[in-house]
């Protein structure tokens, strides 16, 4: 047992730092020193959490229908909504984040995860399985068939 009765004893947990929100957070995502959160006061919220013990609040980028879950590919994050589906905003700046694509799934999409290009959403009735990752232009163009077929 560790100090505090749980755990492993070679382990102490310490909380550097907390961060408050308005309402119920839904999902993090953290990539890098960026903590991405999504919570039911219509938020997607970016964080620099280089240094623990002072997080820095770089965004609330406000979403209708509230954001429930998302995942980080590359720039995008893709977000599931209350009864909208999925969107895709573009993260790689928090002062100018933008929804760019959006694409109705079934039901109320509860949890979505990526992997080899195959989305796969969740929702209260089943599940949605899409071979569909969306990528830059610039590189969807590269690798595009030319007009010889080739």
């Known amino acids: 047992m560790g100090k505090d009765g749980h755990g ?3 382990f102490t947990w310490l909380i ?17 020193d960026r903590a991405y ?13 280089s240094d623990a013990r002072n997080p820095v609040r770089l965004n609330n980028f406000s979403m209708n229908p509230f954001p ?4 980080m590919v590359g720039n995008l994050s893709y977000v599931t909504t209350s009864g ?6 573009d993260s790689f700046d928090p002062d100018s984040m933008a ?14 995860r ?8 969740v929702a209260a009735v089943g599940m949605a399985l899409s ?16 007009p010889d077929g080739q």
């Not at 550097?16 to 119920?24: D, E, G, H, L, R």
């Not at 429930?68 to 995942?71: D, L, R, T």
């Not at 071979?131 to 030319?146: D, H, S």
């Open 8 to 10: 492993d004893p070679r």
């Open 16 to 32: 550097a730092s907390t961060v408050s929100f308005p309402c119920v957070s839904d999902d993090i995502d953290i990539i890098g």
């Open 37 to 49: 959160v999504t919570n039911s006061a219509q938020d997607l919220i970016v964080l620099d959490v």
């Open 68 to 71: 429930v879950k998302h995942q």
């Open 84 to 89: 909208a589906g999925l969107e895709l905003v």
């Open 99 to 112: 929804v760019v694509d959006k694409d109705p799934l079934p039901g109320n999409c509860r949890e979505i």
């Open 114 to 121: 990526l992997s080899g290009g195959l989305l796969v959403a």
């Open 131 to 146: 071979p569909w990752l969306r990528r830059p232009a610039a590189e969807a163009a590269a690798e595009a068939p030319t």
